[in-house]
C-alpha cells in the first residue's frame, strides 16, 4: 500500500476540504464538489501507479469537463481567473475564490501543478494534439503570462471602476469568450511551435500563481543521483522542459511540473520516482 500513499494524501487533503468549507459556509455543495474532484483525482493517480495508460487523461476529463460543463456553463461560476478578481472585489469567499486558494495558491505547496497535468479544461483538450514532446528547447517567452495576468485584473477591476451594471452576465459571457480565446490561442501555439503545452508555458495567467507554493511541493518527481545515467531520455518526453534529471528543487524549471510523470515511465534505470 505504500506506493498508494500520494493518492491516499490526497484524497485526505481534499476530504478535509470538503468537510470543512460544508461545515464552515452551512452549504452541502462544497462536501459534494471537493469530495467529487479529491475522489477523482484520487482513483487517478492510484490507477497511475498501477500501471493504468489513461490513468491522466480520467481524471483531466473527470475533472475538466465538470468544472468547465456543470460549474462553468451551467451553474455560470466564471472559474477563470476573472472569477477569482471579481469575487475577491466583492469581498465574498466562495465560488472562484475558494477554487483558487485551494488548487491555485495554497494547494500547490502538496500537489504541485497538479492542477496543470489533472484538471485543468484547458490543457485536457491541449493534451490531446500531436504535439506531446516538445522538439525544441524552451522559448524565452515566459513574459506573456505577466502581460495577460495584468490584463485580467485591469479587465474586472475596469468593470467595478466604472460601475458595470449586470456583473453576473458580464463575468458569465466572459467565461465563454475567455474560454474560446484560451483554446484557439492554444491549439494555434501548438501547431506553430509543435509543443501541445506552448499556451501553459508562455500565456496562461494562472501560472502566476502555481509557481511560488510549487516550489515547496510536497509531491515531487524525485531523481536518484546515484542511478542516473544522464541519457536524457527523461528530458526528451517532458512536456514542460523541466529538468527533472536533477534532484535539487533549483532545477531548471522546476515549478513547472505538472505531475504526468512520463519521465518515470521512461527512465532505463528507474531513477526517477
Request: aromatic share 16%; proline share 3%; glycine share 6%.
Amino acid at each position: 500500500m505504500k506506493k498508494y500513499l500520494p493518492s491516499i494524501i490526497l484524497l485526505v487533503v481534499f476530504e478535509t476540504v470538503a468537510v470543512s468549507l460544508w461545515l464552515t459556509k452551512d452549504n452541502l455543495f462544497y462536501l459534494l464538489n471537493f469530495s467529487y474532484i479529491g475522489g477523482c483525482i484520487a482513483i487517478g493517480s492510484a490507477l497511475f501507479t498501477a500501471g493504468k495508460k489513461h490513468a491522466r487523461r480520467f481524471v483531466q476529463f473527470a475533472v475538466g469537463s465538470y468544472m468547465l460543463v456543470y460549474l462553468g456553463l451551467i451553474c455560470q461560476e466564471n472559474m477563470q481567473i476573472e472569477g477569482f478578481w471579481y469575487y475577491l472585489f466583492l469581498g465574498v469567499f466562495e465560488a472562484a475564490t475558494i477554487h483558487y486558494a485551494v488548487a491555485k495558491i495554497f494547494g500547490p505547496v502538496i500537489f504541485g501543478r497538479g492542477w496543470c497535468g489533472y484538471a485543468c479544461w484547458t490543457a485536457m483538450i491541449l493534451d490531446m494534439l500531436p504535439y506531446k514532446h516538445p522538439k525544441e528547447p524552451r522559448k524565452k517567452l515566459g513574459f506573456i503570462r505577466y502581460i495577460t495576468f495584468a490584463l485580467s485584473l485591469a479587465l474586472v477591476l475596469g468593470l467595478f471602476l466604472f460601475k458595470f451594471a449586470n456583473l453576473e452576465m458580464i463575468m458569465f459571457r466572459l467565461f465563454i469568450i475567455g474560454n474560446i480565446l484560451y483554446y484557439a490561442v492554444g491549439i494555434m501555439l501548438a501547431f506553430v511551435f509543435k509543443d501541445n503545452r506552448a499556451f501553459c508555458k508562455y500565456i496562461c495567467p494562472i501560472t502566476i500563481f502555481l509557481k511560488p507554493m510549487s516550489y515547496f511541493s510536497i509531491l515531487r518527481v524525485h531523481c536518484d543521483d546515484n542511478k542516473c545515467i544522464n541519457c536524457g531520455k527523461c528530458l526528451k518526453v517532458c512536456p514542460m522542459n523541466v529538468e527533472v534529471n536533477k534532484e535539487s528543487r533549483k532545477r531548471r524549471n522546476g515549478t513547472e511540473c505538472i505531475l504526468c510523470y512520463e519521465c518515470t515511465k521512461e527512465c532505463p534505470v528507474k531513477a526517477l520516482r
